[in-house]
């Protein structure tokens, strides 16, 4: 399959695109042109079909063939005995985030997976895609390339090697354990490369010694900076894109979250783009690829993205412990635990897995699978007294299975688990992978292997610890966005999206707290508005404090064993961190 891609009129946004076809030896009088449906990285589907413009077919000849649509992304060419034939059409492109494709007078950008058609039968064949350029783009892209012409093996690795191509591109690169990595910006930023340079080494080099190898010679950190707020990543095999923002922080107030990012999606480069679980290999993009492994595809790399910046030294404790933190917040803020699995959740992703969805209906595949990591990580590091880690297991899925270019199952992952921990682990899987059991007796367990505690606290915030909701300012407004099950709130039966008016007849003007603290020791009068109509809701005490804060503080009393573990764990000396 070849493709030709054309920049030209950049203000229209529509992207001119060809695709080459041959049938073969085939006998067929039709031949179906797909679209991919999603994109790996992002377990839902895209409907990428909509950006669609202008579709034809020629024949070898230019002479125009018929086609009909017969899905929202697949196209029927009439073929007339044709042995050869050209579909053209234009791309609307003009969303511009980690994942997706874009054009502007600036750059041409292109995720090949939302934009170029395929023929489901030729995956597996070479491909290339000749790109007319402006003289003075230069491109970035971690597929092999030479005068503006990508070659490809098969379409899965097109597929997966998104580039930028632009005159404004900012390059550094550093070479380490015999792999090469490019550090590529676009947009308004000023990257500090004697800052940025020794810590992507450092981060690198840890994750290159877990595993003693890594799945390419070259790979390229893609970073598409934007002048508003903004933090997203995507995985790919040779590459990861990467969405930033705003460009004047990323050097200070926003570098902890460039460093956090890139170390995840380094990690991707083995676990989900190599390891990869038997659902999804190899990819099928015409349809759902379903899947409960979530726990460890996007789990075990959120886990390890944090802990690589604290073990390799490129971050302190104090900062590893913020992280762990946010997950334990997230954990006990979400009620859909206590109604869905993380393996139920990991199948439902491609659902609603990006948004929020119906309230306390699932978990995420990122947040409980980390926590479920760094239990499974620490219960090894114990039970072995620091002799193996969650490391291992990685490292051995690598070997045993992307290795062997095969997929692994749910059964492989836990057989493995059970192998460094030296014991069965069938009541861990079973009752918090699979099952609903509370998290908080394993964490707790996790934190103490490590001379570590969790500490509740009430939260400080009177409309959360009291009323038992979550609310956001839009446009002056006082708007609720989550409520706790059986709490103050709830049992007045305040409703998701009220718009909070008064407490007790008093007006609010950003200033529920003060009010829902003033009114404290009283019975609270809610007036909402709900969708036009201004309601009275008396919402009962219940003597209970909701939505509490969770802290992670030293143990009193840790054992030696606990120490050495902490230090291994984190990089860090139990005795010197200030927590």
């Known amino acids: 399959m070849n493709y030709k891609i054309t920049y030209a009129r950049p203000n229209s946004q529509y992207i001119a695109i060809e695709a080459e076809f041959e049938t073969g030896k085939s006998k067929s009088k039709t031949a179906d042109v797909c679209l991919p449906a999603w994109r790996p990285g992002r377990y839902e589907l895209g409907n990428f079909a909509k950006n669609i413009h202008g579709f034809s077919a020629v024949d070898e ?42 054009m502007n007078d600036q750059q041409l950008y292109v995720n090949p997976v939302n934009c170029l058609m395929y023929m489901k039968d030729k995956s597996d064949e070479k491909c290339t895609l000749t790109l007319n350029l402006p003289p003075d783009f230069k491109l970035a892209c971690g597929a092999k390339h030479a005068k503006n012409i990508i070659t490809t093996a098969s379409f899965h690795e097109l597929a997966d090697s998104p580039f930028i191509a632009s005159a404004n591109l900012q390059h550094h690169s550093y070479k380490t354990k015999g792999v090469l990595f490019h550090l590529w910006f676009q947009g308004e930023c000023r990257p500090e490369w004697d800052k940025l340079l020794p810590h992507f080494l450092k981060f690198t080099d840890a994750q290159l010694e877990k595993f003693n190898a890594f799945p390419v010679k070259e790979y390229h950190f893609l970073f598409q900076i934007l002048p508003y707020p903004n933090y997203h990543g995507v995985e790919h095999t040779t590459s990861t894109v990467l969405a930033l923002g705003p460009g004047y922080e990323i050097m200070n107030e926003g570098y902890d979250d460039l ?92 659902l609603d897995g990006y948004v929020p969805g119906a309230p306390n209906r699932k978990t995420s595949i990122y947040n409980e699978g980390a926590l479920l990591a760094m239990v499974t990580d620490l219960k090894i590091r114990k039970k072995t007294q620091n ?56 964490l707790v367990e996790a934190f103490e292997s490590v001379g570590l505690n969790i500490k509740m606290s009430p939260n400080p ?75 009275q809701l008396i919402c009962p005490h219940t003597n209970k404090s909701y939505f509490p804060i969770y802290n992670v503080i030293k143990a009193k009393a840790p054992s030696n064993l606990e120490k050495r573990i902490f230090k291994k764990w984190c990089g860090a000396e139990w005795d010197k961190v200030v927590v």
């Open 61 to 102: 000849k230019g002479k125009k063939l018929s086609f009909e649509k017969t899905a929202k992304d697949v196209w029927k060419i009439n073929l007339n005995n044709t042995k050869k034939f050209k579909v053209r059409y234009s791309y609307f492109a003009a969303e511009l985030n980690a994942g997706s494709t874009f």
């Open 259 to 350: 460093l956090g990012v890139c170390s995840h999606e380094l990690y991707h480069a083995w676990n989900v783009k190599t390891i990869r679980p038997a659902d999804m290999f190899p990819y099928d993009y015409s349809r759902e690829n379903y899947s409960r492994l979530g726990y460890v595809c996007e789990g075990v790399t959120t886990y390890m993205g944090d802990l690589f910046l604290a073990e390799s030294g490129v971050k302190d404790f104090g900062w590893y412990k913020k992280e762990l933190e946010k997950l334990l917040q997230k954990h006990f803020d979400n009620f859909g635990r206590f109604n869905y699995s993380v393996a139920e959740s990991s199948f439902d992703t491609w």
């Open 387 to 442: 002799k193996n880690s969650l490391h291992d297991v990685m490292s051995e899925l690598y070997q045993k299975f992307a290795l062997k270019n095969k997929g692994y199952t749910e059964s492989d992952y836990q057989k493995i688990v059970e192998k460094f921990l030296g014991e069965k682990a069938d009541k861990l899987f079973e009752n918090y992978f699979y099952g609903l059991h509370s998290f908080e007796s394993i």
């Open 461 to 535: 915030l009177h409309s959360m610890a009291i009323l038992g909701v979550k609310t956001q300012m839009m446009l002056d407004k006082t708007i609720v966005k989550q409520i706790s099950p059986g709490s103050t709130a709830d049992l007045g039966q305040v409703m998701l999206e009220d718009e909070i008016l008064a407490v007790n007849g008093f007006k609010i003007n950003g200033n529920l707290d003060k009010w829902v603290e003033y009114f404290k020791d009283t019975q609270i009068e809610l007036t909402v508005n709900r969708a036009g109509r201004i309601l």
